[in-house]
């Protein structure tokens, strides 16, 4: 495969990861006004899971092709991607981003415990079945802990479902959008674990870096998309629930279920040592900027944004 071929199908694979990642994002947004789900639950329960599908698809495909090291590096460059880039642009536009709910205050504790995880597990030099299920329990620790603090986030459909047909019959348009949306994101990251394994043919670059830093960036569109809408809608809360709840799938749903199909097995930490220096650095950065005055102003966003370019530099 010629090296124009590999990168128009890692463009075009990224372009129907956004496209797609749009319509995910609106139509869950509309299924939960039809649900009349709370904000901050919804971005965390719906559009972060929605976003890391993506990332979940490249987890699944590079496991069952045997390269889980691509997945790993996706899941520690997303997450460092999220963190930096994602928040310093949103709180840029917002003019800050205020983090003085209760809410988003303690999940911004257990999200960065979680994110920081994967590199616990790697230090034995490999991330196994048994791992994958630790990261399972994870999140199932978070869940319970964010249904803890919100006594009851749903309400009952059955008064939306009598307003008539009109709004049943645009609930399950709904689905279907968003059923079409996630078969588009699953070929879309086919297409971009396809063209990440043959670039690095063609470069000095390993997979996992590979993973780290081009896979990353071109699945983490999604989530910049949704923030940027959210911002729009001015829907501070709901940004912070989607960033912090694509970290929390992406460092336990997308790379438990990898190792759960391929475990993975490092044999020369090299490709790695940036990614997790970087993993590391972009938690403390983000824990204190999101601790002091409990927001993140434009100061602030600048330095993670000062983060993000290094580490893309280095990189």
Known sequence: MSLWLITLIFIL??????????????????????LKWREFTVAFILMAFATSIPELFVGITSGLQLEPELSFG????????????????????????????????????????????????????????????????????????????????????TDELEKGWSGFKSFFQDIGLFVASTIIILVAAHGIVLSATSLVAFSPFSIASVGILIVALGTGLPELIFGLQAVNLDQQEMIMGGIMGSVVSNSTLVLGTTVLIHPLRVVNYHPYLIGIAFTVLTITAFTYFSRTDQEINQGEALGLLVVYVLFAAIQ
């Open 13 to 34: 694979s990224s372009i129907a990861l956004v496209k797609s990642g749009t319509w995910l994002v609106k139509s869950l947004t509309r299924i939960a006004r039809f």
């Open 74 to 157: 996706n899941v520690i460059g997303s997450n460092i991607i999220n963190l930096t880039l994602v928040v310093a642009v949103v709180a840029l536009l917002a003019k800050g981003l205020n983090l003085k709910q209760a809410l988003v205050r303690e999940s911004g504790i257990y999200t960065m415990i979680i994110a920081f995880l994967p590199v616990l597990l790697l230090l034995d030099g490999a991330i196994s079945r048994m791992d994958g299920l630790v990261l399972f329990l994870g999140l199932a620790f978070y869940l319970s802990q964010l249904k803890e603090q919100e006594a009851k986030f749903t309400k009952e459909i």
